[in-house]
């Protein structure tokens, strides 16, 4: 049907130009196009050819009645007609161009044009003494389809009544409005209006998303509850508003119901497996011509009612599962999503969500550490393989990692291993070779990430072969790692003034640094451990010293440590270690081991406390021996 | 080099072309081995591949642009001008939709020359149109995911459709998203038509994966590049999200890529998808990939099979002027860039293509091959240590591109080269006129030696031969064309220099106060009226004649401007300016050439005078390089603005005129007799002073505003269509004779009509009347008013000492006062020139007061002015 009103189209304007314009043919002809307009939209092929073609009709219109307002604004033009022409076949005309206009500008977010045309309308009959001026009046008038009426007993036949338009203006422009009242930060506001908003002409789906607003309204205003609520409605009156079943799990990580969420991001992952069969079935439906969804465009930086990007949703499910250390169902979602990425034909991976997903390699090695609890150790082999063959061609021989001034400048650093972003503010003369200095140090940072998501790789490959018991290959990876790692070097910046222990206490803030060290110290441990497993423990110590000497704080080094000394019987040496480590543990109370990724962070508590307590108990026997000898 | 290669060209049947600009383009499809070629006609050729045979046409709605062949499911998209990309099923089609009556101009010939089958005609219809969109200049498919290119108004739009599902083909395209990003800043907005610009290239390349099964999966068709090229370039997250790029050489010289899967995880920043790359500063015309670096084969032949094709690991961009540039992964700073390498060519390039380390281009007139790795000859096989070879093979690029000559013309479009079973490379190119032609050369110099002459392979040979001699005549009769081209540029170029040199030339000589010798182009000024549907307008006549030995050919314009001074009435010396440019087809030596432009283009109710007029010749330096009379440089119409000024040409002044009033006066004919007697009168009663009447006539209009009449415009007309104004001049009798002298009557007494002859010796009128010379002249003056001039000779007594002075006086009498002012300034503007004229002889005259008489001219510009004012007042 719409097909043919499509091809008919330029048939029957092409017929009217010939003609002149006639009092009598005018309400015809405005009729046809405004239902030619409506046709259109419902199309939803709305330009700037459409408000054009409104424009020329009623000058079209006007020049019947011998009246030439040239080059006026529209609003301007009607309130001429409404002073100058009294035909009521023509002004009913001419009104029904009105509503349409005011559709097209709800579609470029025009309100306030609306706001003027409608005051217009209204005043023109009682000349503003009778009605009060206040506008939600103006509004209710539109809505109950009072402001203008549909004329009974013509022969002209509209395709959409005008109280119908009427009532989805309403319906989108409290949309609109009560969107923006949010977007400022107005959120008691912007809830009052969204109510009203939902008692208009609504369909389901901007039903839906008025309770989405509202929900994430309240959740902004700290009422989760109330959200909940409202989200839940969402999901009733449209069941495939999954921005409102995301935010609802977004509301109950904030309350910490961990169960709740991870059921909300199952169905939501589910949901959006199948989400192109959805797609295509909404296409079909609906009697109805326009819908409001059609008109209303929110702004594409805003991403509360973009569909929800399945990656993401995957992710955020499997790293959840992981944290909680159900490492088996982490497992499950990581291969799932490793697999989605090197799948063919691809379901719509690319929607934009404002959350951050980490770097696609970093979702390798999280999907390593899972497989790795699950002692899927072949499958850890085979992921860490592939992470190490994408990156090892990017990696050069020698990598100078120079701590900028940039980076001292701002006290916190970046919380994850992100490409870092070129920022432009800086006070510098020389500007020009400042952003190109700029542009190495960020790639010279995107190198540093190459090297140590490579060096991770190798580290979970030695110890998914150090599991597998297998002694040779493990130390192969241990070493490679380490002499991946070795490759960095980091320095200060050559010309300023920054004394050396701030260099220090810089380097030791900035994450990439942080993760540098504390992955050499845990390959060296790997090593130690392989090694002294061959008895060669003079090495295994070795690396064991190396490990603390590269992060401090490692307690499983210093474990290992204890045990290689008291096996080569150098127990005094070990009686010193343990009490500085005790030391140090009661000192840092809070573990730093929060700034680390996901992907090394599970990886790092290996002893367990029983363990930790036999070696305890050891030492503090051996120390009382030796108290009571001395 | 050239002469030890051999290449073997088949002519396969031609194609139609179709209308503008030589384009088009050729397909491969694997499998069964089918040829896909369109050049910008409704049609779509299909030929097998191995035979070489017509096999059909499908037939489109409208001009073909652009063809992409899906060889997974065997489905060809086929971009229309202005509808959008149809489908049409491989499979299906064929047996579907045959038999449209349409007979296909190539079908007939192919059946005289072969006694072939006609092809079969498929015409293609409109529900086979997936993507509706008359604005897209460019598409490429990726799997299942068509993404098309669309020119805004001041940016490019890259979208992102679905293809339907197989099975429900004919459903229109899903469209995904739409990425759009801003025209590159030095790119002319809105000033071509699509037609005219090079449509966007599209280069669809694919990560590398482990899986060979996938390699096979794709085909020949499918783009990879080494995988640390591709993470340099594209980010290492979309190596690993396994995602294919496209590459996009767009028509203002920007190169960027779009990843088809996408993950924003770079945190809190919305950057663009779309990345721009480089910049080329021309037009792209193609994007592909070689192989730059060296196999690490032992084995001194480079022979590339077609079991163990070569990784490429560079990126070749090539500019339609020559740029190409070349990307590839290179060490510095302790990191790994990618490398933009630029080289320059001889340019315009058509088309390209690349296989292995080897780039064919052509040019219009010429096929060329380059080599990126510079293979070392064979007596550095032998002492080559592992260092070396170390060195080499990390891709050093050769400093300059040697291009090798193949003799081949006039090739608009190539196809992606294939490898033979003998080790050859061979590709299918479109010519200009249509020829579709199969070229088969030899991978390298070696193989092209070692082919053995056999008597069963005579016969090929002959034939391949043949074609060479064919393709050899054209190259002669293109090649023939460009010199002929170049040597009528050349002597184009003597000829108009030779112009040049001489309008220089005498302009210095005027310039220095030297006589002028003849000028070589000369243009005379006129203002004439013309009577054209019952309407009378004033019109500047400019006559151009060409006095010099060289005529004046296509790349000459002839350039009026028309300078009125409207605003120097009112404050400053603000001045209307319009431009009208004539273009000269030829003008010989001898010949003439008229042109008219309208005097009162601004407002027809007021005319301004003096209007200054200038001519000068506009040379187009655009129209040297194209050499083509088609192309004019302007529009044919007259009206351009300011268009002399612009910096694609040279502009020589010819000639400078004013016209005043004078030149302008429309005179009557024969009414003479009866004014006279009115003139005299008013002659009596208006002798006062002009300032007189000019403050009477200013009372005039202060009580006409009293009483709040109607807005006066145009000229002062005073109320009372009987009172005139009138000023008048004296001249002395010296003077005078220096008119005299000037018509070149000699010493005869000066009368009073010399005078007048004098004054309206500019007048194009004045001949036809001034058979019978009379002193007064009646005429009317471009608004309408009726002008009076009279001359006689006075007596006068305050300007000498030696008493009384025997004068010329020229009285003038008007009924618009503007108009008297015009006249007025018109005729001292005369005198002016005149004592100008005879300054050096002014001390021949005892006891003139040349200082008063200045005085009095000054007066009366300053009583001009005034009435300027005065109008300026009232009209405002």
Not at chain 2, 282 to 295: A, H, L, N, T
Not at chain 2, 377 to 389: I, L, N, Y
Request: charged share 20%; net charge negative; with cysteine.
């Amino acid at each position: 049907m719409f097909g043919d009103v499509e091809r008919r189209k330029p048939h029957f304007s092409g017929t009217v130009e010939g003609l002149p314009p006639t009092i009598p043919s005018i309400p015809l002809e405005l009729t046809i196009l405004y239902n030619t307009v409506v046709l259109s939209l419902s199309l939803s092929d709305v330009n700037q050819s459409v408000n054009s073609l409104l424009y020329e009709g009623l000058v079209r219109g006007l020049e019947a009645y011998d009246a030439h307002f040239d080059r006026l604004d529209i609003t301007k033009l009607w309130a001429m007609i409404f002073q100058n022409i009294n035909d009521p076949n023509f002004i009913q005309a001419v009104d029904q161009l009105i509503y349409l206009q005011c559709v097209l500008w709800l579609v470029c977010n025009q309100l306030e044009k609306i706001d003027n045309v409608l005051h217009l309308l209204r005043d023109r009959g009682s000349s503003g003494s009778a009605l009060n001026t206040h506008r939600g009046d103006l509004w209710q008038c539109v809505k109950s389809g009072d402001l203008l009426k549909d004329r009974n007993g013509s022969d002209l036949v509209l395709v959409l009544s005008l109280t119908s338009l009427g009532e989805l203006i309403y319906t989108c422009a409290m949309f609109l409005r009560g969107f923006c009242k949010m977007e400022e930060g107005n959120y008691l506001e912007a809830v009052d209006i969204l109510e009203q908003a939902a008692e208009g002409l609504c369909s389901k789906r901007i039903l839906a998303e008025i309770y989405t607003l509202i929900g994430h309204c309240s959740t902004q205003m700290d009422r989760p509850q109330t959200a909940l609520q409202y989200f839940r409605w969402a999901l009733q009156a449209d069941i495939q508003c999954l921005s409102a079943l995301y935010h609802a799990a977004m509301v109950y990580r904030r309350l910490e119901m961990v169960d709740a969420e991870l059921e909300a991001l199952n169905h939501l992952s589910v949901a959006l497996e199948s989400w192109d069969q959805y797609k295509v079935g909404n296409d079909v439906d609906s009697q109805v011509l326009i819908r409001p969804e059609q008109l209303v465009q929110i702004p594409a930086t805003c991403h509360l009612l973009t569909s929800v990007n399945w990656v993401h949703v995957k992710h955020s499910l499997a790293g959840r599962f992981l944290q909680m250390g159900r490492v088996e169902a982490a497992a499950e979602h990581y291969l799932d999503l490793l697999a989605s990425f090197l799948e063919e034909s691809q379901r719509e991976i690319f929607v934009v969500a404002d959350h951050t997903i980490p770097r696609i390699p970093e979702i390798y090695l999280e999907a390593a550490v899972a497989l790795l609890h699950c002692q899927r150790f072949n499958d850890v082999i085979t992921v860490s393989e592939e992470i190490a063959s994408k990156m090892t061609c990017l990696i050069s021989e020698k990598l100078t990692f120079e701590i900028t001034v940039n980076e001292w400048l701002s006290s916190d650093c970046s919380k994850s291993t992100e490409a870092p972003e070129i920022d432009t503010s800086h006070q510098t003369c020389h500007l020009n070779s400042f952003s190109e200095s700029q542009t190495l140090w960020a790639k010279k940072k995107e190198t540093l990430n190459y090297i140590l998501w490579a060096a991770t790789a190798f580290l979970y490959q030695g110890q998914a072969f150090a599991l597998l018991k297998n002694n040779k290959e493990s130390i192969t990876n241990f070493t490679r790692c380490v002499n991946l790692l070795l490759k960095v070097q980091v320095v200060g910046p050559p010309d300023l003034g920054v004394p050396d222990d701030q260099i220090e206490t810089l380097k030791k803030n900035m994450i990439e640094v942080k993760i540098l060290q504390k992955l050499k110290s845990l390959a060296f441990v790997g090593r130690g451990i392989q090694l002294a497993e061959r008895g060669q423990n003079r090495e295994a110590l070795q690396n064991f010293q190396l490990s603390l000497q590269a992060y401090h704080d490692n307690f499983e080094a210093v474990y290992h440590l204890v045990e290689i000394l008291w096996k080569l019987e150098r127990k005094q040496e070990a009686v010193t270690y343990w009490l500085k480590q005790a030391e140090a543990e009661k000192r840092h109370k809070v573990n730093a081991s929060e700034d680390f990724p996901i992907f090394l962070i599970s990886c790092l508590k290996e002893i367990s406390t029983s363990e930790e307590e036999a070696v305890s108990k050891k030492l503090d026997g051996y120390r009382s021996s030796f108290a009571t000898r001395t | 080099m050239a002469a030890c290669r051999t290449k073997a060209v088949r002519y396969l049947d031609p194609v139609k072309l179709g209308s503008g600009q030589a384009r088009g383009g050729v397909r491969l499809l694997g499998s069964p081995g089918r040829l896909y070629v369109w050049s910008r006609s409704e049609f779509v050729s299909v030929y097998q591949r191995d035979s070489g045979m017509l096999q059909s046409v499908f037939k489109l709605p409208s001009s073909v642009w652009h063809v992409e062949v899906d060889s997974r499911h065997e489905h060809l998209f086929v971009l229309c001008a202005g509808s959008g990309i149809y489908s049409i099923s491989l499979n299906h089609s064929l047996v579907e939709e045959t038999g449209a009556g349409e007979s296909f101009p190539a079908a007939s010939q192919s059946e005289c020359n072969r006694g072939n089958s006609m092809p079969r005609v498929c015409a293609v219809r409109a529900e086979r149109c997936i993507i509706r969109d008359p604005a897209i200049t460019s598409f490429i498919l990726s799997d299942d995911i068509v993404v098309t290119v669309v020119k805004e108004d001041q940016k490019w739009r890259v979208t992102f459709l679905r293809l339907p599902l197989p099975g429900c083909e004919l459903q229109p395209c899903r469209k995904i998203e739409d990425v759009d990003f801003p025209f590159h800043s030095n790119f002319p907005t809105c000033e071509k038509s699509p037609e005219t610009i090079s449509p966007p290239v599209l280069c669809c390349i694919y990560p590398r994966t482990v899986k060979d099964s996938e390699k096979q999966l794709r085909g020949d068709a499918h783009m990879s590049l080494e995988p640390s090229l591709f993470s340099l370039l594209f980010s290492v997250d979309a190596n690993m999200l396994n995602s294919p790029i496209i590459l996009c050489g767009l028509p203002d010289g920007q190169l960027c890529f779009v990843p088809i899967k996408y993950v924003n995880s770079e945190a809190k920043c919305h950057a663009s998808r779309v990345k721009v790359l480089h910049h080329l500063e021309q037009p792209v015309v193609f994007i592909g990939v070689v192989s730059i670096k060296e196999d690490g084969n032992d084995d001194s032949e480079h022979q590339p099979s077609v079991d163990k094709p070569l990784i490429p690991d560079g990126v070749v961009v090539i500019g339609k002027g020559g740029k190409i540039v070349i990307i590839k992964a290179s060490l510095q700073m302790e990191i790994w860039f990618p490398n933009f390498i630029e080289y320059h060519l001889r340019g315009p390039i058509t088309s390209a293509c690349c296989y292995a380390s080897t780039l064919y281009y052509s040019t219009c007139w010429d096929f060329f091959s380059i080599e990126f790795v510079q293979r070392k000859k064979s007596f550095g096989v032998t002492g080559r240590t592992a260092d070396q070879r170390n060195s080499q093979s990390d891709g050093t690029l050769p400093s300059i591109l040697t291009p090798i000559s193949l003799n081949i013309c006039g090739i608009v479009a190539v196809s992606t080269p294939s490898l033979t079973a003998n080790g050859d490379i061979s590709f299918v190119a479109l010519t200009e006129k249509g020829k579709v032609m199969m070229c088969t050369l030899p991978y390298s110099s070696n193989a092209a030696q070692s082919m053995n002459f056999k008597a069963a392979t005579a016969g090929q040979r002959i034939k391949d031969l043949l074609a060479g001699i064919g393709s050899v005549n054209d190259r002669i009769k293109s090649l023939k064309r460009v010199m002929q081209q170049k040597d009528k540029a050349l002597k184009g170029l003597n000829q108009d220099f030779n112009i040049c040199c001489g309008l220089l030339s005498n302009q210095e000589d005027q310039e220095k106060g030297m006589v002028p010798s003849e000028q070589p182009i000369s243009c005379y000024i006129t203002a004439k009226w013309n009577r054209l549907l019952l309407q009378d307008s004033l019109v500047v006549c400019c006559i151009l004649e060409n006095l010099s030995d060289w005529p004046l050919e296509h790349r000459w314009s002839l350039c009026v401007r028309v300078i009125i001074q409207t605003s120097a009435l009112t404050k400053s010396s603000d001045s209307t300016a319009f431009t009208y440019n004539f273009p000269i087809s030829e003008l010989t030596p001898g010949k003439k050439m008229e042109v008219a432009v309208p005097l009162n283009s601004a407002n027809d109710d007021f005319m301004a005078f003096p209007v200054s007029v200038h001519c000068f010749l506009h040379y187009n330096l655009n129209s040297i390089l194209t050499g083509n009379a088609n192309e004019r440089p302007f529009p044919h119409s007259s009206m351009i603005a300011a268009g002399c000024s612009d910096n694609n040409g040279i502009c020589l002044p010819v000639n400078t005129h004013v016209i005043d009033l004078l030149d302008c006066l429309h005179i009557r004919g024969g009414g003479a007799a009866e004014t006279v007697p009115a003139l005299n009168i008013n002659h009596k009663s208006g002798t006062s002073d002009p300032l007189a009447i000019f403050l009477q006539s200013l009372m005039c209009f202060e009580a006409d505003n009293f009483k709040g009449n109607e807005t006066f415009k145009g000229s002062f007309n005073v109320p009372g269509s009987e009172s005139t104004f009138s000023a008048s001049i004296k001249l002395s009798s010296e003077l005078a004779k220096v008119v005299l002298k000037d018509l070149g009557k000699g010493d005869a007494a000066v009368n009073g009509s010399d005078i007048l002859q004098w004054l309206f010796s500019g007048n194009p009128e004045v001949v036809p009347v001034g058979t019978q010379p009379l002193p007064m002249v009646h005429c009317t003056a471009p608004d309408g008013s009726s002008v009076q001039i009279l001359s006689k000779q006075v007596a006068v007594a305050d300007f000498s000492v030696d008493g009384s002075l025997s004068v010329m006086e020229i009285v003038m009498e008007c009924s618009s006062l503007t108009m008297l002012c015009f006249l007025h300034q018109a005729i001292t503007r005369r005198v002016q020139m005149l004592l100008e004229q005879s300054s050096p002889s002014s001390d021949s005259l005892p006891g003139f007061r040349v200082q008063s008489l200045r005085q009095l001219v000054h007066n009366a510009e300053f009583l001009s002015l005034l009435c300027g004012w005065k109008y300026a007042v009232y009209s405002s």
